[in-house]
């Protein structure tokens, strides 16, 4: 199994930044995948950003631009810068892990985001 944490969510004004973190303990071994997704209300989820084990980055078109994912593999660790940020990027953001030699993913509890104009 493995545990997700995310912290750095909060509210912040149109135009500006937060940064997002989310650490991975338990059976690490092999994470390929990790990622942020995110869910406003009354909306599917959608991708943010994933980033594999060897730094392939792909982002959703939403966000293409202003948020960097990176990865630090030592300490099992992704962050998501976000910049720019609008009020529709307002949402609770989910990290994901996947291990996808052992078909396994996992999620996080989730970190809101609330960006106000």
């Known amino acids: 199994q493995v545990q997700l944490v995310e912290s750095g969510g909060g509210v912040v004004q149109a135009g500006g930044s937060l940064r997002l973190s989310c650490a991975a303990s338990?059976?690490?071994?092999?994470?390929?995948?990790m990622g942020w997704s995110r869910q406003a209300p009354g909306k599917q989820r959608e991708l943010v950003a994933s980033?594999?084990?060897?730094?392939?980055?792909l982002y959703g078109d939403a966000v293409k631009g202003r948020f960097t994912i990176t990865r630090d593999n030592a300490k099992n660790t992704v962050y998501l810068q976000m910049n720019t940020l609008k009020p529709d990027d307002t949402a609770v953001y989910y990290c994901n892990a996947d291990q996808t030699w052992a078909r396994q993913s996992y999620w996080g509890q989730g970190t809101q985001v609330t960006v106000t104009s």
């Open positions: 980033i594999r084990d060897h730094n392939t980055t």
């Open positions: 338990g059976s690490t071994f092999g994470i390929d995948i």
